[in-house]
């Protein structure tokens, strides 16, 4: 049965990239959207209500009474028409529709029969994936309760969007204690140094000339002061915002596991994360580090046979411009050619094919290169066809 394609690659990379910049932690989300979704559900009067986000290869399920999250490939996923049409969309009887009579969940009498999808639709236009409503019974809903489903799909939206700004904001305030804390302890020394100058030329008896090169330190200092304080204030300007919350990597550890085990489980995948165990309490700005290892760790999934193996190694490390988490996933997998390689270095974006021939174009890669970038770190990709591949991401920790 054929499955959609993205209409337009720029298009789809714009739509994840706007999903990966909300942040989202499936596994915290449950807490802050149960109660829309119940009331979505009473609404609908549907057996089931869930939020289904879609990034380039997953379909993230979240349900109102669970706080584990339900991995499902995107070719699998009903949703994905919907966040194409960026519509309302209603099927009476999903196994009477030809894209989905062939599908297990539609099959024998607990399948599947109603499905009824509300986009959630950035303000930007982008739809990051559907409040969603299914039944083992053929339904129909009323336009007056689509409508109601619709406002509470936009307050979702609109939770979602709240939060990243307020993360954002968090950040920004933690950024302002660190740049209070570097100008407290820059500014210290040149003023000890002025105020020391200042007692030797109060307490001894100086020459013309000493008197002169005394205070021409004394002023070289005082300009080194209003250099370093301007430095400081630009620097506080064009500062990124970013998130403050914080993780260590033991329980990255745990969240990568949680996240994605079911998935490589599904393809006999043995999907291990080991932490260096020295560096497991150490705390960290967790932004944008799902993102990057998920779309790593699904990208491997996806192109790594069955019974294949996935490392994923964390690690802080010292280098010469300061503490850094090293991040790395290797796989048993197709592996990359040089040209591929170069493609990406190059964000030359390219068609690939997965094991199961389900179709991508390198955009979970092209993504998470750019969220390593804009958090000022380094990627590398090392691999040869038929030689499985290794990614390694260094991310500087400030």
């Known amino acids: 049965m054929p499955t959609t394609e993205t209409k337009s690659v720029p298009s789809e990379f714009q739509r994840i990239r706007k999903l990966s910049e909300l942040d989202l932690d499936y596994l915290e989300l449950h807490e802050e959207v149960k109660n829309l979704l119940e009331l979505a559900g009473m609404i609908a009067e ?104 619709g406002l509470i799909a936009e307050e979702i939206v609109d939770k979602l969007e709240t939060r990243k700004k ?102 006999h995948i043995d999907l291990r994360v080991i932490a260096n165990p020295e560096k497991s309490t150490y705390l960290f700005p967790k932004r944008k580090l799902l993102s990057i290892m998920g779309n790593l760790i699904s990208n491997a999934i996806k192109f790594t046979p069955e019974n294949g193996k996935i490392i994923v190694e964390l690690d802080i490390k010292n280098s010469e411009n300061g503490r850094q988490i090293e991040m790395k996933v290797s796989d048993t997998g197709l592996g990359f050619s040089e040209s591929s390689i170069r493609d990406f270095y190059n964000d030359d974006l390219r068609s690939s094919v997965g094991i199961k021939g389900e179709k991508g174009f390198g955009l979970g890669l092209k993504l998470v290169k750019e969220m390593v970038h804009d958090l000022d770190g380094q990627i590398k990709i090392t691999s040869g066809l038929g030689e499985g591949t290794k990614i390694e991401v260094r991310l500087p920790l400030k």
């Open 46 to 149: 549907t057996e089931t209500s869930m939020l289904n986000f879609l990034d380039h290869h997953t379909q993230w399920s979240v349900y109102p009474d669970s706080p584990q999250p339900e991995p499902t490939p995107r070719e699998e996923s009903v949703c994905n028409y919907t966040i194409q049409n960026k519509t309302v969309l209603e099927i009476p009887r999903l196994d009477l529709d030809q894209r989905f009579a062939d599908k297990d969940f539609v099959k024998g009498t607990k399948g599947l029969k109603y499905y009824l999808g509300i986009p959630l639709n950035l303000d930007s236009g982008e739809s990051i994936g559907a409040l969603c409503m299914v039944d083992r019974s053929e339904m129909h809903t009323t336009q007056k309760k689509i409508k109601a489903l």
């Open 166 to 267: 307020l993360n954002e904001s968090l950040y920004s305030l933690s950024e302002a204690v660190r740049i209070k804390n570097q100008v407290a302890h820059d500014v210290r020394g040149p003023i000890n140094g002025i105020a020391g100058l200042a007692e030797v030329v109060e307490s001894e008896e100086l020459s013309e000339e000493e008197m002169r090169e005394y205070f021409k330190l004394i002023k070289d200092s005082g300009h080194g002061i209003l250099n370093l304080t301007t430095e400081i204030l630009e620097s506080g300007k064009a500062a990124k915002v970013f998130k403050s919350r914080y993780i260590n990597l033991s329980r990255l550890e745990e969240k990568l596991l949680q996240l994605y085990h079911l998935s490589a489980r599904t393809k």
